[in-house]
Every structure is written in C-alpha cells, then in structure tokens.
C-alpha cells in the first residue's frame, strides 16, 4: 500500500492533522505534537488525546500512516552539558507525546555539533542520548533523519547515519527516514534511474531498508552537494519528477510514510494525487 500524505497543522487541536489530511486525499500524514519553536508545552489532556484517536480511527489512519515530528530545537548531540540535558527532556517528553496519541514513531533530526565539538564526539553524545531516552520510554521508534549537512549538522552521509544506529543499544527501536532534498544536498544523486538506484543500494548495504520508517518527499533548490537545506515543490527544482516516480513505483517504499514538506501547501492536495498516480 502506498501511504503518502503532507506534514499537516494541529493549529485549533491535534485532530485537525487527520482532517486536514483526509481532505487533501492523502493516505498518510506527518504533525508536530506541540509547538515546535517551544522547549516546554502544555501536557495532552486524556479527552484531546481520545479525540485524535478517534478521529484518525473514524477516517481509517493507523499509527502506520503517521510520522510525528519532533521540535526544531532539539539537538541530542549538542556538547553544552545543560543545552544536551534540555534537548534531552524535550525529547524525552516528545515521545511520552507520541505514546499518549496512540503512534509509534517520533521523527527526529539527529543534532548539530556546533562550535565546540567535531563530528564524532557529536554522533556519540546523539547516540547517548537517544540510549537515554529510550530507556524510559518504551514502545516508540525514534526516527533519524537524514540532513542535508549544512553548518555543523550530522546525519548527512548513511555512514553517519548508520554509526549512530551502532552505537545505540537501542538499535532495534531506531528507524530512518530518507528525505530526497536533503540526501540530494548532501551529494546523493537521484536524477536518473541509474543514479537513484545506485543510491537506494547504498543506503541497502550501509544501513538496510528494514530500518526505513518513513521518506520526505522534497524537490531541492539547492544543486547536488551543496549542502543547502532548501526545499521545493516537487518538479520546480534540481531534482525534478523522475525520482518520485521511482520512489511511487518501487515497493521497498510501500506501507511506510511517504511525506511531501514542500513550501508551498497550496499544492498538496494535487502533488499527493501526482504521486498516486505513479503507483
């Protein structure tokens, strides 16, 4: 089954996620669970957290066809002792979120090194951190995300991506999502058939495709290797329409969450009924 959807706002309650996406005809769909530029939210209340549920049951969405995300603030691989701690707690209380609603994946970029720290030491704090978590938390799967590698972020090479899945002890509750801008970025070249594939067996023989929980479908405004995080609506940039296609047509990318965060939401509703038409 293809599941695809768009990242959709719980702005007037959680239950407008699932609205908004069933009136854009998507089979899947991404939220924030809070606001996602606070550190600190108010706690789900048992009646807002029945009222999602209810609602994803009643327009037939399963915890398959959801991709929460996390906050932007977040950075489990910052070497500030007390910013770390923060990220921490915030994470932590993410996937407590995530367990209330019922879901079973929390989306997560996987950190920054910043000033004062170089790569590695920042994949093993994120790796540290995410043992942490874990270990309160049961039942969730934090999802890495691949980044595009602009500034100081990591997770921009399957490599870095895969270090941080073995450093974890929690390795077998950790997914990853694929975000076609950001890899393309990051020197990824997923253009042509040749390419993607070329690509796609990679992140097989690095990571596996049974660690993909979910992709974030982008064009880019970027060009290949830039390492700029820009996203485009899908056709209007460098990577154009032939790899969405592709993803649509392989069935290593069924039955996972496939989510356009393209800048323009206007085009949702005719960009999930492009990719279904792929399938």
């Given at each position: 089954m293809l599941y695809v959807g768009a990242h959709t706002s719980i702005a007037g309650g959680l239950e407008q996620a699932a609205l908004q996406?069933?009136?854009l005809?998507?089979?899947?769909?991404?939220?924030?669970?809070?606001?996602?530029?606070?550190?600190?939210?108010k706690p789900i209340e048992e009646e807002q957290a029945s009222l999602f549920k209810e609602t994803c049951s009643s327009l037939g969405y399963t915890k398959?066809?959801?991709?929460p995300h996390d906050s932007y603030l977040i950075n489990l691989g910052n070497p500030d002792q007390y910013k770390r701690e923060q990220s921490l707690d915030a994470f932590i209380d993410e996937l407590n979120?995530?367990?209330?609603?019922?879901?079973?994946?929390?989306n997560f970029h996987p950190g920054s090194a910043v000033d004062k720290s170089d790569r590695q030491t920042c994949l093993r704090l994120v790796a540290k951190s995410l043992d942490e978590a874990l270990q309160q938390v049961d039942s969730v799967f934090a999802v890495l995300e691949t980044t595009a590698g602009q500034g100081t972020s990591v997770g921009s090479t399957f490599e870095e991506i895969e270090e941080i899945l073995h450093l974890c002890k929690y390795r077998d509750r950790l997914?990853?999502?694929?975000?076609?801008?950001?890899?393309?970025a990051a020197g990824y070249d997923i253009r042509t058939l040749d390419t993607f594939s070329a690509t796609m067996d990679n992140f097989s023989k690095t990571i596996g495709f049974e660690k993909l929980m979910g992709m974030h479908l982008n064009d880019a405004k970027s060009a290949l290797g830039s390492h700029v995080d820009r996203?485009?609506?899908?056709?209007?940039?460098?990577?154009?329409?032939?790899?969405?296609?592709f993803i649509c047509k392989d069935p290593r990318f069924s039955g996972i969450p496939l989510i356009l965060e393209t800048?323009?939401?206007?085009?949702?509703?005719?960009?999930?009924?492009?990719?279904k038409s792929y399938s």
């Open positions: 996406a069933k009136e005809d998507a089979t899947a769909f991404a939220m924030f669970t809070k606001n996602q530029r606070q550190w600190v939210s398959h066809q959801i991709l979120r995530v367990v209330l609603l019922g879901l079973d994946k929390l997914g990853v999502c694929i975000d076609t801008c950001h890899i393309f996203h485009a609506s899908l056709g209007k940039g460098s990577i154009g329409l032939d790899c969405f296609s800048p323009d939401s206007s085009c949702y509703a005719s960009e999930i009924a492009l990719l």
